[in-house]
């Protein structure tokens, strides 16, 4: 078989594999309706998968180049997935299916596949030049969508049923040119990441509660 299957790609898989569900339950399966709200938190898992994949990944201290390069590839190709098609699946499932809503979900998976290719091109290049690990970011990181949507999904019932999809559609839109706008964000250490991993949690007790009906 080709390809990598040690332990330092598990998480990325699972990821991957979680927002391909939730791509199913956005449109719905079988006889059932769409889902958008089990599609949040499938997204939610897949952030959760890519915030430590990257960490166990380098605790392996034997992959080879093949192995490294093929998981900063494969990390890529899932995260597109995972961050730039299912929300758009979502945005479709919530309402957006006017002529005029089909361009912003086009344009959002294009833009964060744009953003993946050139974190890719600059990674390489960098990894000629040092060892040592990414401390900043260009760009809006395609993950970021795992907080925030979910955050914005929770006010759903608040926002309307009506005006809802055009506040995800700017929320979307929003994001998608801030994936290819050239900007710094420091890359969040450790203890950053735990702090996300709450605020993920809280989201998706908050998400829960305020959804239940």
Same mark, same amino acid.
């Given at each position: 078989? #080709?390809?990598?299957?040690?332990?330092?790609?598990?998480?990325?898989?699972? $990821?991957?594999?979680?927002?391909?569900?939730?791509?199913?339950?956005?449109?719905?399966?079988?006889?059932?309706?769409?889902?958008?709200?089990?599609?949040?938190?499938?997204?939610?898992?897949? $952030?959760?998968?890519?915030?430590?994949?990257?960490?166990?990944?380098?605790?392996?201290?034997?992959?080879t180049?093949?192995?490294?390069?093929?998981?900063?590839?494969?990390?890529?190709?899932?995260d597109?997935?995972?961050?730039?098609?299912?929300?758009?699946?979502?945005g479709?499932?919530?309402?957006?299916?006017?002529?005029?809503?089909?361009?912003?979900? #086009?344009?959002?998976?294009l833009?964060?596949?744009?953003?993946?290719?050139?974190?890719?091109?600059?990674?390489?290049?960098?990894?000629?030049?040092?060892?040592?690990?990414?401390?900043?970011?260009?760009?809006?990181?395609?993950?970021?969508?795992?907080?925030?949507?979910?955050?914005?999904?929770?006010?759903?019932?608040?926002?309307?049923?009506?005006?809802?999809?055009?506040?995800?559609?700017?929320?979307?839109?929003?994001?998608? #040119?801030?994936?290819?706008?050239?900007?710094?964000?420091?890359?969040?250490?450790?203890?950053?990441m735990?702090?996300?991993?709450?605020?993920?949690?809280?989201?998706?007790?908050?998400?829960?509660?305020?959804?239940?009906?």
């Amino acid at each position: 078989m #080709i390809g990598f299957y040690n332990y330092t790609v598990i998480l990325t898989y699972i $990821g991957l594999l979680s927002s391909v569900t939730g791509i199913f339950l956005a449109s719905g399966v079988g006889n059932l309706p769409p889902s958008p709200k089990y599609a949040i938190i499938c997204l939610m898992i897949s $952030g959760l998968c890519d915030m430590f994949d990257g960490k166990i990944a380098r605790t392996c201290k034997t992959r080879t180049e093949q192995e490294k390069q093929f998981g900063i590839q494969i990390d890529s190709l899932c995260d597109l997935v995972c961050f730039g098609i299912l929300p758009a699946v979502i945005g479709y499932s919530v309402g957006m299916k006017s002529w005029l809503d089909i361009p912003v979900l #086009i344009l959002f998976p294009l833009c964060a596949v744009i953003r993946l290719a050139y974190f890719n091109v600059t990674e390489e290049c960098r990894q000629k030049k040092t060892s040592e690990v990414r401390k900043v970011y260009e760009g809006l990181p395609v993950t970021s969508v795992a907080l925030i949507l979910p955050l914005l999904y929770s006010f759903k019932n608040d926002i309307g049923k009506d005006i809802f999809p055009v506040i995800y559609e700017i929320v979307l839109s929003l994001t998608a #040119i801030a994936f290819i706008t050239r900007f710094k964000i420091k890359k969040p250490g450790m203890k950053s990441m735990f702090i996300f991993l709450g605020i993920g949690v809280l989201e998706l007790l908050w998400l829960l509660y305020r959804t239940r009906s």
